[in-house]
């Protein structure tokens, strides 16, 4: 930091130099700043952020609700001027567009660059230097999973069945060709041939889970064969796994069916956990809908889409996981599912149901007529589709229809029957309000009283069934002093002239972690560089947001001088308060001389706190 030994930070002696340690250190601080600076350039803050959630104009800036912590109201917000965003809610999370990438997608920092460089068309080879070995070998499966996709593309038009197949089960040329649909042949290894011949090694090709080696010899053979294969992509809409669909019911050696779909194993890239097939295209219309509608397989989100219905995604046969609503959370409060649903308090349905539940989203549930799964539907009737989407039933209807609908409600063992079915799901409600709109129902339903209704609700407990949610080791109320200190921050942003107005003695009332961003502010005259010291340019950036936001048409000179006044007085109580437990210590040791001495030194603190 240019001047600073020099300046306002050399009055704080030792002090000041701890503090200022490791403004270069930064891993990413010497790089090569050129092309990360070209990505950066070429994408606009507010476009990529509001790619992922949903984002308001406020003033200058945008605000949402935070993605990386749940809260009622909007404290997320972007600043477009700075291109930074951060959070003033209880995570205090904050930065430029590859903090939000990496924090969004749960990813390090090469493959943050990685991802921002595909979507600003900057070759990522200026920037591979920086990526770690797992970035690199990450890079690999996806070159690997991108030349097997089009390998299963041209497999699919050169055989007439597979096309045949999936043109006899309603899918358009336009879909197969959207969602890059292909076919695995029949032959052992027909793709592990052909990825050994572009150069590829036979390990890298079972670490993108596309082959297996045989346990009775060295050879490798296709994991995938004879299917109809469907890409699963991430949101960036790159391939990084596959769902195949068995053509033919063929018996296997043991007498056994062969699985009718099979997926890719856990890879680097691909967790099933953590994707939601077709999300990558359908996360935008889920914003503008305000909800998600939730089917089980592949088949079920193309013929949606094909049918009009573009707000859907899969679960790809999985119950719904932690990470998922997470991700769904981004893009709306709001799902509907259209799978089987059974109240069983075991079936894997039904626990995802209920952490949707307790993350608070609001569920429908989409009965189809028949029990015809979408596809079949979409296919027969996409009106009728439509229809059983516009009059999806609350959750609350839904599972009181099924529970009245298997008890009779007029005998003593059907109301038992009843509420051991209803009790568990009202119990995990988080909402205390919709929790006793569900007992009155269940009591009019029932004809038992409310009180008795409560009292077997307390007795049932739940557990394994919430979401754990991530907490920042920052998650802390600030207190008053870190308060001012911030404000002192934002009003040097806004008006720099108040930047005169604190004298060099005053840094020494601020906290250590403090000083070397006010430090910085006063010897810029609170003008922001576009260049910054790595260590406390978040912090900077925090300031200058708040100093958006928070800052009106006030006396900034009189409010700054207040803060400081204050910012004086709570030190002053501290050093008061510190000098009492001394006198007491002196006192119990009887020390008589250091009492003396402490005394003195509390008389004069005491003197420059009435003062103040």
């Given at each position: 930091?240019?001047?600073?030994?020099?300046?306002?930070?050399?009055?704080?002696?030792?002090?000041?130099?701890?503090?200022?340690?490791?403004?270069?250190?930064?891993p990413f601080r010497i790089m090569m700043d050129s092309p990360i600076e070209e990505i950066k350039n070429k994408l606009?803050?507010?476009?990529?952020?509001?790619?992922?959630?949903?984002?308001?104009?406020?003033?200058?800036?945008?605000?949402?609700?935070?993605?990386?912590?749940?809260?009622?109201?909007?404290?997320?917000?972007?600043?477009?001027?700075?291109?930074?965003?951060?959070?003033?809610?209880?995570?205090?999370?904050?930065?430029?567009?590859?903090?939000?990438?990496?924090?969004?997608?749960?990813?390090?920092?090469?493959e943050a660059l990685r991802i921002l460089a595909q979507k600003a068309g900057v070759d990522l080879k200026k920037i591979?230097?920086?990526?770690?070995?797992?970035?690199?070998?990450?890079?690999?499966?996806?070159?690997?999973?991108?030349?097997?996709?089009?390998?299963?593309?041209?497999?699919?038009?050169?055989?007439?069945?597979?096309?045949?197949?999936?043109?006899?089960?309603?899918?358009?040329?336009?879909?197969?060709?959207?969602?890059?649909?292909?076919?695995?042949?029949?032959?052992?290894?027909?793709?592990?041939?052909?990825?050994?011949?572009?150069?590829?090694?036979?390990?890298?090709?079972?670490?993108?889970?596309?082959?297996?080696?045989?346990?009775?010899?060295?050879?490798?053979?296709?994991?995938?064969?004879?299917?109809?294969?469907?890409?699963?992509?991430?949101?960036?809409?790159?391939?990084?796994?596959?769902?195949?669909?068995?053509?033919?019911?063929?018996?296997?050696?043991?007498?056994?069916?062969?699985?009718?779909?099979?997926?890719?194993?856990?890879?680097?890239?691909?967790?099933?956990?953590?994707?939601?097939?077709?999300?990558?295209?359908?996360?935008?219309?889920?914003?503008?809908?305000?909800?998600?509608?939730?089917?089980?397989?592949?088949?079920?989100?193309?013929?949606?889409?094909?049918?009009?219905?573009?707000?859907?995604?899969?679960?790809?046969?999985?119950?719904?996981?932690?990470?998922?609503?997470?991700?769904?959370?981004?893009?709306?409060?709001?799902?509907?599912?259209?799978?089987?649903?059974?109240?069983?308090?075991?079936?894997?349905?039904?626990?995802?149901?209920?952490?949707?539940?307790?993350?608070?989203?609001?569920?429908?549930?989409?009965?189809?007529?028949?029990?015809?799964?979408?596809?079949?539907?979409?296919?027969?009737?996409?009106?009728?589709?439509?229809?059983?989407?516009?009059?999806?039933?609350?959750?609350?209807?839904?599972?009181?229809?099924?529970?009245?609908?298997?008890?009779?409600?007029?005998?003593?063992?059907?109301?038992?029957?009843?509420?051991?079915?209803?009790?568990?799901?009202?119990?995990?409600?988080?909402?205390?309000?919709?929790?006793?709109?569900?007992?009155?129902?269940?009591?009019?339903?029932?004809?038992?009283?409310?009180?008795?209704?409560?009292?077997?609700?307390?007795?049932?407990?739940?557990?394994?069934?919430?979401?754990?949610?991530?907490?920042?080791?920052?998650?802390?109320?600030?207190?008053?002093?870190?308060?001012?200190?911030?404000?002192?921050?934002?009003?040097?942003?806004?008006?720099?002239?108040?930047?005169?107005?604190?004298?060099?003695?005053?840094?020494?009332?601020?906290?250590?972690s403090m000083v070397p961003t006010l430090d910085y502010l006063i010897q810029n005259k609170g003008i922001l560089g576009?260049?910054?010291?790595?260590?406390?340019?978040?912090?900077?950036?925090?300031?200058?947001?708040?100093?958006?936001?928070?800052?009106?048409?006030?006396?900034?000179?009189?409010?700054?001088?207040?803060?400081?006044?204050?910012?004086?007085?709570?030190?002053?109580?501290?050093?008061?308060?510190?000098?009492?437990?001394?006198?007491?210590?002196?006192?119990?040791?009887?020390?008589?001389?250091?009492?003396?001495?402490?005394?003195?030194?509390?008389?004069?603190?005491?003197?420059?706190?009435?003062?103040?």
């Amino acid at each position: 930091m240019e001047g600073s030994d020099s300046g306002l930070f050399h009055a704080l002696g030792e002090r000041a130099s701890v503090s200022s340690r490791g403004f270069e250190s930064h891993p990413f601080r010497i790089m090569m700043d050129s092309p990360i600076e070209e990505i950066k350039n070429k994408l606009d803050i507010v476009e990529l952020i509001g790619s992922y959630i949903k984002l308001q104009k406020a003033g200058a800036n945008y605000r949402a609700v935070c993605p990386f912590h749940t809260e009622k109201g909007p404290s997320f917000f972007v600043s477009p001027a700075r291109q930074i965003w951060h959070c003033f809610g209880s995570c205090s999370e904050g930065g430029d567009i590859v903090k939000f990438i990496m924090k969004i997608e749960g990813v390090e920092f090469g493959e943050a660059l990685r991802i921002l460089a595909q979507k600003a068309g900057v070759d990522l080879k200026k920037i591979s230097p920086q990526l770690t070995a797992q970035n690199k070998q990450k890079q690999k499966l996806y070159e690997i999973i991108e030349l097997a996709c089009k390998f299963f593309q041209k497999q699919l038009e050169a055989n007439k069945d597979a096309k045949q197949y999936l043109l006899g089960r309603g899918v358009s040329e336009e879909s197969i060709v959207s969602w890059r649909l292909g076919y695995s042949p029949e032959a052992w290894d027909s793709l592990h041939s052909f990825l050994i011949q572009q150069g590829y090694g036979a390990d890298e090709i079972v670490n993108a889970g596309l082959s297996l080696k045989s346990q009775k010899s060295s050879k490798f053979f296709d994991r995938f064969r004879d299917r109809i294969m469907f890409p699963i992509f991430d949101l960036n809409s790159q391939p990084v796994a596959f769902g195949g669909r068995v053509l033919k019911n063929i018996k296997r050696q043991d007498g056994a069916q062969e699985a009718k779909y099979i997926n890719s194993p856990a890879t680097l890239l691909y967790d099933k956990s953590r994707i939601l097939y077709g999300l990558n295209k359908a996360h935008l219309e889920i914003r503008k809908e305000d909800y998600c509608i939730l089917v089980e397989g592949y088949m079920d989100v193309l013929m949606a889409r094909q049918g009009g219905t573009r707000n859907v995604a899969a679960t790809s046969g999985t119950a719904l996981t932690p990470y998922q609503l997470k991700i769904l959370k981004r893009f709306t409060n709001n799902l509907y599912t259209s799978f089987d649903m059974d109240l069983a308090g075991g079936s894997a349905t039904k626990r995802g149901i209920d952490l949707a539940q307790a993350e608070g989203f609001d569920i429908k549930v989409v009965v189809l007529p028949g029990d015809k799964d979408p596809a079949d539907l979409v296919l027969r009737d996409p009106e009728l589709w439509k229809e059983s989407v516009k009059n999806a039933k609350t959750i609350h209807d839904f599972y009181f229809s099924i529970a009245l609908a298997k008890f009779n409600k007029n005998t003593a063992d059907g109301k038992k029957e009843i509420s051991k079915l209803l009790l568990p799901v009202i119990k995990k409600i988080p909402n205390q309000i919709e929790q006793s709109v569900w007992v009155k129902s269940l009591s009019d339903e029932i004809g038992v009283k409310e009180e008795y209704i409560l009292a077997e609700l307390n007795k049932i407990s739940v557990s394994g069934n919430r979401i754990v949610k991530e907490e920042s080791s920052r998650n802390t109320i600030k207190n008053r002093k870190e308060l001012l200190e911030e404000r002192l921050g934002a009003l040097m942003i806004k008006n720099p002239a108040v930047c005169e107005l604190m004298a060099k003695d005053d840094l020494k009332l601020v906290s250590l972690s403090m000083v070397p961003t006010l430090d910085y502010l006063i010897q810029n005259k609170g003008i922001l560089g576009k260049e910054m010291p790595e260590s406390f340019s978040q912090k900077i950036n925090q300031l200058f947001l708040k100093s958006e936001i928070e800052l009106g048409e006030n006396d900034y000179i009189s409010e700054f001088k207040d803060c400081l006044r204050q910012l004086k007085i709570l030190c002053s109580k501290d050093r008061l308060r510190n000098m009492s437990e001394e006198i007491r210590k002196a006192e119990q040791e009887k020390n008589h001389e250091k009492v003396r001495q402490l005394m003195e030194q509390f008389s004069q603190e005491t003197k420059l706190f009435e003062k103040s």
